[in-house]
Every structure is written in C-alpha cells, then in structure tokens.
C-alpha cells in the first residue's frame, strides 16, 4: 500500500451543493456557474454536477449555464435512464458518471450494481460514448464490479469511498483498514484492464491524504465538503487546500 506515485492527480469539483442552498430560498443565489468559475480560477481540473430526478439541486437550465461558464471538462453525473441519456446526448459533456439514484436518499449511498444490468448498461453506455463523452461508473470498490464495468464498455470507474470514510471517521479502525485494501485492489483491477480510476463521496481535508496515495487514481471530485468549507474561508482557499492536501499524499 505504500507505492509511489508520480501520475498528476486531477481535482474535480462538484457544485451540486451551491444550487442546494439557491433552492432554499428560490430565486438565482448563490449560483453555481459563478462557483464553477470561481473554482477554475482557483485551479480546479473539472467541475462536476449531478442532475438528479428530482431536481433538489440542479436543475436542467443549469447545465447549460455551467458549460457556458468554464473551458474546464465537465462531468456530468446522472442516473440511467432515458431521460437523462436523452440530455446528456443534447450536451454532450467531456465525461458522463452514470450513478444510482433513489428518490429517498440523501446522497448517492451505494455504488451502481453494474453486474446485475451488463446488457442494459451496454446499451445505455454505447449512444454516449459515441457522442463522444467519456463514460464513468460509480461503483463500490469490488473487483467484480470493476470487471462488470469493463465488460459493459467504460472507460472510467468511479470508486466511492463513502464506507471507507465513514469507517474512518468513527475510528473504526479495522473497518478502515479493510476498506482501504478493497480501495487499492479495485484499483489495481481496474488499471490492468485499461480503466481510467477516479475516486470521491465523502473527502474532506482529514480523509483525502490515503485516497490520493492510490497510485492508479488520476482524478477526485469532491463537492459537500468544499462548498461548505467555502462558507468559512472562501472557495478559493478550501481548494488551495485540498490540493495541498492531495499533493502531500502523491509525494
Ligand atoms: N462522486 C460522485 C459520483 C457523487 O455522486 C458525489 C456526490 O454527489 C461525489 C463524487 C461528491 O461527493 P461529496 O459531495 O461527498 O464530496
């Protein structure tokens, strides 16, 4: 668990939240296209927003707005179905992360079973490679979905890393420890059949450093936790920071 690595590690950053606390109050503040513009100031790599079925954050005429504001890539994170296939084809992002959705979760809580939908997510994932975004699949860190990802035609997963940072945080050492391990060989999988490997849910500046140490991981998106640190010092410093952060780890 302790190999180097000298690969540049990208910082996507997600924006989802900025629109979170727009909808509170209705009307167009704070907006997230500013945020997105804020964060490619600050040095961001991608930004990243997720248009979920209900819209709680956001919402369609946000996609556009955002495209609008930033040269950066974007990564567009949505559920699959035939409606978002449908805007994802109109936009055409640089990436596409397909995650699952539930209507009553707070968050995205699980990864995509990609082995129990291979011949759906084949079809589904073949219109918007061939439209040109790159197609990522956020799954748990398990090597029978990394190969079930591969079968189906990504070219990216995305490993959620919420299990290992909540075990984490509550000091649930072994249950760290062992989420860290499956972290590192879902990578390894993952690289030695040709995927690129993303990680992210759930980072903060204390739990980012051992994720940014997996050497097969080229890129974080990261959004809760920035957007609320941006509250107390500004978007700018919190990325600044978390890039500190990430850079200490790959060292
Ligand atoms: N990656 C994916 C696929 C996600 O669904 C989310 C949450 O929207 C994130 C990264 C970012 O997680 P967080 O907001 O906890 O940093």
């Given amino acids: 668990m302790s190999k180097r690595t000298d690969r540049p590690l990208r910082l996507g950053v997600n924006i989802d939240h900025v629109a979170t606390l727009r909808n509170a109050r209705g009307g167009r503040d704070p907006d997230p296209a500013r945020a997105a513009m804020l964060a490619q100031q600050a040095g961001a790599d991608g930004i990243t927003l997720h248009l979920r079925e209900d819209r709680r954050h956001i919402r369609d005429a946000d996609v556009p707005a955002v495209m609008a504001a930033v040269t950066l890539p974007i990564n567009l994170e949505m559920a699959a179905t035939a409606e978002m296939q449908a805007i994802a084809l109109k936009y055409k992002p640089h990436a596409v992360c397909i995650v699952p959705e539930r209507r009553e979760e707070r968050t995205t809580e699980g990864g995509l079973d990609v082995i129990a939908d291979v011949e759906r997510l084949r079809q589904y994932i073949a219109p918007l490679r061939a439209a040109g975004s790159r197609v990522s ?36 050492d072994a249950e760290c420890d062992r989420e860290l391990r499956r972290l590192f060989s879902a990578a390894a999988r993952a690289q030695e059949l040709g995927l690129e490997v993303h990680a992210g849910h759930g980072l903060n500046f204390s739990n980012v450093g051992p994720i940014a140490a997996i050497p097969e991981v080229v890129e974080l998106n990261i959004g809760h936790f920035l957007i609320g640190e941006a509250v107390f010092i500004g978007l700018d410093a919190a990325l600044r920071e978390m890039r500190r952060q990430m850079a200490l780890a790959r060292m």
């Fill in 137 to 172: 699949l956020f799954i748990a860190p398990d090597e029978a979905q990394v190969e079930a990802a591969a079968r189906v035609g990504a070219q990216v997963v995305e490993l959620h890393v919420g299990a290992y940072c909540d075990f984490c945080t509550d000091g649930q």
